[in-house]
């Protein structure tokens, strides 16, 4: 069966969920694969700090932290047809950024 990719355009600031559990809340025992993002940090980001991915909220760190400069900067997880993080059944994908501002993009998932 070929992979069938979502998009999921995100704009969030601090401890937020990234809206993909919204999505698939009613869809009981499905998996998120995550395969791939591209976030845009805001200028508004005034000192360094980092973002992290987590399987559901305050569940297992999927990516570790991940380093933020100051000012705009970009954040790129190549799309690979194997998911990058896979979260438990029925969790949603949750970021924490201690920094301030904000950052949008999109991330690119499957379900399982």
């Given amino acids: 069966m070929p992979l069938q990719i979502n ?6 600031s ?7 559990s ?3 809340a009613a869809v009981a025992g499905k998996v998120i694969n995550v395969h791939g993002a591209f976030l845009r940090i805001s200028g508004a980001t005034t000192i360094p ?10 569940g297992n760190d999927l990516s570790g ?3 933020i400069g100051t000012g ?3 954040m790129e997880i190549p799309f690979s047809e194997v998911p990058w993080m896979t979260l438990s059944g029925g969790n949603a994908l949750f970021s924490n ?4 501002g904000a950052w949008a993009g999109v991330m690119i998932y499957s379900l399982q």
């Fill in 65 to 67: 932290p991940m380093a």
């Fill in 49 to 58: 700090g980092t973002l992290s991915f987590t399987d559901g909220s305050g």
């Fill in 14 to 20: 601090g401890a937020n969920v990234l809206n993909l």
């Fill in 7 to 12: 998009y999921k355009k995100i704009a969030v």
């Fill in 72 to 74: 705009f900067s970009n």
């Fill in 22 to 24: 919204s999505q698939i």
């Fill in 97 to 100: 950024s201690p920094t301030s």
